[in-house]
């Protein structure tokens, strides 16, 4: 069973080829024998449950497509009852006590929530080796990271522990492990999927979406958490088209451009020439290539990484050890409670990025980082406007290199490097996503492609075709 | 731009983030690092160029004033660290 897709699983549900009791049980026992680290709290009691409910839809012909397809949760949207930790030790008491909009979305669907991922502390990195409960393994070799910020639910998808898994991306947190973990990640418009509830790290760039096998069930689980949400006062106000209807048309005539700047130094050639290959294909069914040039883009990471950790130091000054959340021993006054509490709650990642958003944000400092950044991220987000007269869709690698290894990358500023790619779709706003696209060495190579803002159709339409017309994305890794 | 040890203790006490002495030299080193890949920045002309305040050039939403949230005040207070009746408990501030 756990080698069906969310739509595979969801026909043979309907046709009660299994009940969705037995099909949670049969991911359970699979995550409870994996050794991944992929999830921080497995939740068997509420899946059996939820499944039983689920039956019951299923039964009396109330479900919807989705109703009884379990799922793997990432550990920063608010699940109500459970633990909620953004794999932060300061977070690790917190019980929410509240849905997030997302949470709720899946839950009126009748959705089996199979546990909660493992995922860098706050989503901050690129390896998910930033976790208080440990680096996640890499299905395709355990030697290797699955990316991050969302490794856990790449692994968990990868791994087949759950049919799909609920993802963010501030920064390429749902592509970069995508095609790490060599599955199919969208990261929609921002304002697209509510935030309600999902721990904000740098709330004008976080942004939620699915992680899943195939574009088709991306469509499918885009269209249950896609909408206007009066809680979120940055969710936009326009209808959503129901995904799965255009997934068919001809890609033919489509325009892709491909940014000269994604091709300079630093891309493995490995890596490259499976982008080169997978273009070939896509000439093949009819698009037409053309080179185009975002000129501001490479200077995508110094301008993320000042717009980022501002809005982090502000995010997290609500973690104080007051009102949720970690608190310090025996603290001597109130200085003393948030200091320890803090300190002793916080990763190292974690605090890197707090203070270096401290100081860009500090008295006289201003103008020379935040400001400066968020002008250049307006030329970033120009460059895109101009390439989007000229073409329909952009794309080229999702990262510089395949999986590294655990414990490699020791050095922050060289881990930011691993999101060179990624960084700029976050800046402008703009939906981008990554699909299997081949392997080099065994391991797997993602195809990112951005579009236009509101665009995700035409992504998921792209996405579905390349994958009627090759099989990446259907290859399994070994012992699965 | 390069911090000093100084100068690193003082922001980590403006974002209530105790730092010790063995600490103190990588944490200036890594900041350091972080801050010279931003003077990347500097080499462009951004004299004429708007910041970028919202990725979809969207203003804030208004909306009525009237109370839209339910009354979680006693779920909230059973996850807290330390709680009195309808507060949260700190070491005492003044005595």
Same mark, same amino acid.
């Given at each position: 069973m756990h080698t069906l897709s969310v739509a595979e699983l969801s026909k043979s549900l309907k046709n009660k080829e299994f009940s969705a009791v037995e099909l949670t049980q049969h991911y359970l026992d699979r995550i409870n024998r994996s050794d991944l680290n992929a999830f921080i709290t497995v939740t068997d009691e509420l899946a059996l449950s939820q499944a039983r409910e689920a039956d019951a839809k299923l039964a009396n012909g109330s479900g919807s497509v989705l109703t009884g397809i379990p799922f793997a949760q990432k550990d920063i949207f608010c699940t109500k009852g459970v633990k909620t930790s953004a794999g932060s030790k300061i977070l690790d008491p917190f019980i929410s006590p509240y849905d997030a909009t997302l949470s709720h979305k899946l839950n009126i669907e009748n959705m089996v929530m199979l546990g909660k991922t493992n995922m860098d502390e706050f989503a901050m990195g690129s390896s998910n080796e930033n976790s208080f409960y440990g680096p996640v393994k890499n299905p395709?070799?355990?030697?290797m990271v699955p990316g991050g910020s969302s490794g856990g639910s790449a692994a968990a998808v990868a791994g087949r522990l759950s049919p799909f898994a609920t993802g963010t991306d501030t920064g390429g947190s749902i592509r970069q492990p995508s095609s790490l973990c060599g599955i199919t990640g969208i990261k929609p418009t921002y304002g697209r999927v509510s935030r309600y509830g999902m721990i904000a790290y740098a709330s004008s760039l976080d942004q939620a979406g699915p992680m899943t096998q195939t574009a088709e069930d991306a469509a499918l689980i885009l269209n249950a958490i896609a909408g206007f949400d009066?809680? &979120?006062?940055?969710?936009?106000?326009r209808d959503v088209p129901d995904?799965? @209807? $255009?997934?068919? &048309?001809? +890609?033919? $005539?489509l325009k892709i451009g491909i940014p000269k700047e994604f091709f300079l130094e630093g891309l493995d050639s490995s890596v490259e020439k499976v982008i080169t290959e997978s273009m070939k294909e896509f000439e093949a069914m009819g698009a037409k290539l053309q080179e185009i040039s975002l000129p501001n883009s490479t200077y995508a990471i110094p301008t993320y990484y000042i717009v980022a950790p501002c809005e982090c130091s502000s995010n997290l000054s609500r973690l104080d050890g007051v009102r949720y959340g970690y608190r310090c021993k025996d603290p001597k006054d109130l200085n003393d409670l948030y200091l320890r509490s803090r300190s002793e709650g916080f990763g190292d990642e974690v605090k890197r990025r707090i203070m270096i958003g401290t100081y860009a944000l500090s008295a006289g400092y201003y103008d020379a980082y935040y400001l400066k950044a968020q002008k250049v991220r307006h030329l970033i987000s120009e460059d895109f406007k101009r390439a989007f007269k000229k073409v329909d869709i952009i794309m080229g690698p999702v990262s510089p290199t395949t999986a590294f290894e655990l414990?490699? +990358? @020791? &050095?922050p500023v060289s881990m930011y490097l691993a999101d060179i790619y990624t960084l700029s779709a976050n800046l402008a706003g703009l939906p981008g996503m990554s699909i299997p696209a081949g392997f080099s060495n065994n391991l797997p190579v993602g195809l990112q492609m951005i579009g236009n803002y509101w665009s995700e159709e035409v992504l998921l339409n792209a996405a579905h075709q390349f994958q009627t017309q090759t099989d990446w994305h259907s290859v399994l890794p070994e012992n699965i | 731009m390069s911090l000093n040890k100084e100068q690193v203790k003082e922001i980590a006490q403006l974002a209530k983030l105790s730092i010790n002495d063995s600490e103190i030299e990588q944490s200036t080193i890594e900041l350091n690092n972080i801050l010279s890949l931003m003077a990347e920045l500097g080499k462009i002309d951004t004299d004429h160029v708007e910041p970028m305040a919202h990725p979809l050039e969207m203003s804030q939403r208004l909306r009525e004033d009237?109370?839209?949230?339910?009354?979680l005040s006693e779920e909230f207070q059973a996850i807290a660290p330390k709680t009195g009746k309808q507060h949260f408990l700190v070491p005492t501030v003044i005595e």
């Open positions: 395709w070799n355990k030697k009066e809680k &979120d006062s940055t969710s936009a106000p995904y799965t @209807k $255009s997934l068919r &048309d001809s +890609i033919k $005539s414990g490699a +990358i @020791k &050095d | 009237v109370v839209s949230e339910a009354d």
